[in-house]
Nanobody, 123 residues
Framework: QVQLVESGGGLVQAGGSLRLSCAVS????????MGWFRQAPGKEREFVAG????????YYGNSVKGRFTISRDNANDTVILQMNRLKPDDTAVYYC????????????????WGQGTQVTVSS
C-alpha cells in the first residue's frame, strides 16, 4: 500500500499563495502518475494537476492553468502543488492521489489517496 499525506493547507486571502505538499510513505514506481484533486461542498471531485513520477509534462485542469504548478522531488518522495493568485472558488479540500499507470483526470482511475488538506480562500 502506498500511503500519502497532504500538508500545507490553510486560510489565505484572495490573490495570495499556498504551497501544498504530498509525502509518500512508500516507494512509488516510475510508472506511477501523481495527481491533485479537490472537492468543494456539494460538488464532485475535480482534477487539479498531474505529473508522472518519471518525468514528462505536467497537466492541469482548466480552472487552475496559469496559476498552479505541480512538481516532484524524487529524492524526498514528495509532490508539490504551488498555488498562486488564489480565488474564493479554489476553496476546497485538496487530495493527493497516485495511480499505477498512465495519468488521467478521472478520480475513479486512481488507486491511492491521502486524507486531504483544507484550503480556504477569503474574498
Amino acid at each position: 500500500q502506498v500511503q500519502l499525506v497532504e500538508s500545507g493547507g490553510g486560510l489565505v486571502q484572495a490573490g495570495g499563495s499556498l504551497r501544498l505538499s504530498c509525502a509518500v510513505s512508500r516507494r512509488t514506481f516510475s510508472s506511477y502518475s501523481m495527481g491533485w484533486f479537490r472537492q468543494a461542498p456539494g460538488k464532485e471531485r475535480e482534477f487539479v494537476a498531474g505529473i508522472r513520477w518519471s518525468g514528462g509534462g505536467a497537466y492541469y485542469g482548466n480552472s487552475v492553468k496559469g496559476r498552479f504548478t505541480i512538481s516532484r522531488d524524487n529524492a524526498n518522495d514528495t509532490v508539490i502543488l504551488q498555488m498562486n493568485r488564489l480565488k474564493p472558488d479554489d476553496t476546497a479540500v485538496y487530495y493527493c492521489a497516485a495511480r499505477d499507470g498512465v495519468g488521467t483526470g478521472l478520480s475513479r482511475d486512481y488507486d491511492f489517496w491521502g486524507q486531504g488538506t483544507q484550503v480556504t480562500v477569503s474574498s
